[in-house]
């Protein structure tokens, strides 16, 4: 799999990028990441990437030329193939006017062979990179923050470690919250007592029967605690 994030502050994403999961499925070349300034395609001396909005407004857009030109350069295409592209690449745009990401988005992406993430700035983008050059439109939540480039991280997260071979275990995965319609059950290890605060009795039981009956009463009743709604979809 190979994604490339489209940002005009690339230093954000490099050092996470590095780390962790992340970093070991780059080593092991389970993917590739790369990491484009959007200035590099911007013209003039001072690489200007936004401008006042037209119809006035309070603060400025992201232009659209650097962010066509980059993508369209990295990516490997023509502006005529445009419809193309999009046929063979998924680009996606952070923007809280995007669909809401959740587990389902995330296996779909996680599938794909590449993936483009544009990180939006200011006010937002010229709309016409969203119509013409994007995909998709994504946003984490309910909520609005000063650029793409947090939005860009949990995404790749979210898609890395579904990649085989880069979670150890394949079967965390598989029992994790939000697969099956509910939260995930309680976790405890070692010591059993902790200062009197008491590890469940049936964990220890080593009766395996009992333990999944347990997890799954539990997963309900953790998901009707903290996300009722999940167990009305």
């Given amino acids: 799999m190979r994604i490339d994030v489209f940002t005009i502050f690339p230093e954000m994403l490099r050092a996470p990028l590095r780390e962790s999961l992340l970093g070991k499925a780059r080593e092991r070349g389970l993917v590739r990441l790369e990491v484009h300034d959007i200035r590099d395609w911007a013209k003039g001396r001072h690489r200007v990437v936004d401008d006042a909005p037209f119809g006035g407004g309070p603060g400025m857009v992201m ?6 030109e980059a993508v369209l350069e990295v990516l490997g295409y023509p502006f005529e193939e445009l419809e193309r592209m999009k046929s063979e690449v998924r680009v996606v745009l952070t923007t809280p006017r995007g669909r809401r990401l959740d587990q389902p988005l995330l296996d779909e992406l996680a599938a794909e062979e590449r993936v483009a993430i544009i990180c939006g ?3 937002g983008v010229d709309e016409r ?3 013409h050059l994007c995909t998709d439109a994504v946003s984490i939540g309910d909520y609005v923050l ?3 480039e947090a939005a860009a991280l949990v995404l790749i997260e979210g898609m890395v470690r579904l990649v085989p ?3 150890g275990n394949r079967e965390s995965i598989r029992d994790e919250s939000f697969r099956g319609g509910t939260l995930e059950y309680p976790q405890y290890t070692r010591p059993a007592d902790y200062r009197g ?3 469940p009795e049936v964990l220890l039981s080593g009766n395996h029967a009992e333990i999944e009956e347990w997890r799954r009463r539990e997963a309900e009743r953790t998901t009707l605690r903290f996300r009722p709604d999940l167990l009305g979809r």
């Fill in 197 to 199: 605060l008491k590890v």
């Fill in 121 to 123: 700035r200011y006010e």
């Fill in 165 to 167: 071979g880069v979670v």
């Fill in 146 to 148: 000063s650029g793409g």
């Fill in 63 to 68: 232009k659209p030329e650097p962010v066509f």
């Fill in 129 to 131: 990179v969203l119509e």
